[in-house]
């Protein structure tokens, strides 16, 4: 097995790194390092002999994480930027149907399951809705937590 990236090459964590459980100070599940961070190989070790696990210590975070090679890409690769991720709580901006049957309507929750990233202006994301999966546009969606804070800023003026 030889490492992809070295001691002190800039890379870029393609997925979301959340806390296993071994990672003190932050929940179960909770997020430790948002897709497309970047940040430096400090280390690089193997897990049950068969995988690669690089230290990555990444600089704006002031965090150093484990990530396995999988989850890399080196940070001068093209990358595509979205807004949502896996996990995301999302509603449409505008009424979602199939065949006629309304599956989901503004203000209705949904969460995103897999991104796909073709190119910057064509980001769609599989969407669980109650009862379906939709793969739908970036440009319909927004995530709740706006919807909320809309909301909230509008109660603030009245």
Known sequence: MRPQFEYGDEVRVMRTVRNDGTFPGTPTGGVLIR????????????????????????????????????????????????????????????????????????????????????????????VRFPGRTLQVPEKILEGLDQVSEGLDQETDEC
């Open 35 to 126: 897709r497309g961070a970047v940040g430096f190989v400090r280390d690089v070790g193997t897990f049950l002999q068969d995988q690669l696990i690089y230290s990555i210590h990444f600089l704006d975070e002031n965090i150093l994480v484990g990530c396995r090679e999988q989850e890399l890409q080196g940070a001068d690769e093209p990358w595509v930027p979205s807004l949502f991720e896996f996990r995301d709580k999302v509603t449409p901006r505008i009424q979602l149907a199939v065949n006629g049957e309304v599956i989901a309507k503004p203000g209705d929750e949904g969460e995103v399951l897999k991104a796909f990233r073709e190119a910057e202006d064509n980001v769609t994301y599989h």
